[in-house]
């Protein structure tokens, strides 16, 4: 007899711009795993501006606010879904914004699964008014799941959220473009290729790769350091561009700008060191970093969010202090002087990638979730 799929309405951004809610939203609407069981609804929220705008109080995020409010309560009453899925924001304004897809959810009978994105949520809730904790309580004690991105992070709900309706599970990246371009000719370059990727914006840490540039180049040549991804704002790139002058860092450092499909992949195949020396308050489980080991690469990064249960130190990469430049620019010189080393860390990436972070791990973790929401009813 056949028998419908139960109706899940996504709520979450599409890229562009590129950043992990939107990366992972695409993702879950494209996975064939998770359409196989399920009948998925979407509500675009997406601001196709740029990343500046995220988070940001102006009236066209209030109109897009209503805009995608009155969205919603078209979808919930047309698609009558019996769960609805919401990346939970960690910020005021965010946060307010979801309320207007997390209460009516709540009110009509829905099952609620919220994905918590990053690490600073607990936080968040702590500084926040009263009122809006008393908010923030109602709807996590109205929530079927809440979805963590390591168990680190599992904390950071504890005594908002009962222990059973916590659920740790990782990011999950496609090793398909990435398997299919290794074994595909690379372009020559002379020397050793560091590679930075994700947005330019202080609190990723670009510039602290950028400062560690002069003191590798110092002791090793015939490196060149890429800068892929946008900034932020305006000042950002005035600075950088008067640091590469005055360090004369025109003929080793690359700014393409944001690289998408088989040109990041490329670009990380050809290189030889990841860095990403995130202090991002709001970082989860850098996309990135799944990248760059799915890409064979040791990576260079910082104890952040959930990253010290993907990046083992020594293991895979170095786990180096936060805004340390000098720290940064020692672990780059002793991977790239020492081949064996480099390597054996980036077979460890690799390895540990396919073995924990494949998207088909990640598809039926999710598939799990939605499964035992639904068999509560």
């Known amino acids: 007899m056949w028998r419908r799929r139960a109706s899940i309405l996504v709520i979450g951004p599409t890229p562009p ?19 196989r069981d399920f009948d998925l609804v979407h509500l675009d929220t997406a601001d196709r501006r740029t990343l500046a705008n995220l988070g940001r109080f102006d009236w066209t995020n209030v109109w897009l606010a209503l805009k995608h409010a009155v969205l919603f309560a078209g979808k919930l009453v047309g698609h009558r879904p019996r769960v609805v899925y919401v990346p939970i924001c960690q910020n005021t304004l965010g946060f307010l914004r979801d309320c207007l ?19 600073y949520f607990r936080r968040f809730y702590e500084t926040a008014p009263s009122v809006l904790k008393s908010l923030i309580r109602y709807i996590l004690a109205h929530t079927s799941r809440v979805i963590v991105l390591g168990n680190n992070l599992r904390c950071i709900f504890e005594g908002l959220v009962p222990d059973g309706r916590i659920v740790v599970i990782p990011n999950g990246l496609d090793p398909e473009p990435f398997e299919r371009l290794r074994t595909q000719a690379r372009p020559a370059r002379d020397g050793y290729q560091v590679t930075y990727l994700g947005s330019l914006q202080e609190g990723k840490g670009y510039q602290f790769v950028l400062r560690a540039a002069p003191v590798v180049l110092k002791q090793l040549s015939d490196v060149h350091f ?9 000042d950002e790139a005035a600075w950088c561009a008067q640091f590469i002058q005055e360090r004369r860092l025109q003929e080793t450092a690359s700014f393409p700008g944001v690289v998408t499909g088989d040109e990041k992949v490329e670009l990380l195949l050809r290189s030889h060191v990841f860095v990403f020396p995130t202090q991002y308050d709001l970082e989860g489980h850098p996309m990135v970093i799944l990248e760059a080991m799915a890409a064979g690469l040791p990576v260079i990064t910082t104890d952040q969010g959930a990253i010290r249960e993907t990046v083992l130190d020594s293991v895979n990469g170095f786990i180096v202090p936060k805004g340390d430049p000098k720290a940064i620019a020692k672990k ?3 991977l790239l002087q020492d081949d064996d080393l480099r390597r054996r860390m980036g077979q460890a990436s690799r390895e540990r990638f396919l073995e924990h972070y494949a998207l088909d791990r990640w598809a039926n973790d999710m598939v799990r979730v939605f499964q035992g929401v639904l068999e509560k009813d």
């Open 17 to 35: 711009p590129f950043h992990g809610v939107a990366v992972n939203t695409r993702a879950l609407l494209d996975c064939e795993v998770i359409n």
């Open 101 to 119: 897809f997390m209460l009516p959810a709540i009110l009509t009978g829905r099952k609620l699964v919220l994905h918590l994105r990053g690490g």
């Open 226 to 234: 890429t800068w892929a991804g946008s900034f932020r704002r305006p």
């Open 332 to 334: 780059i010189v002793l």
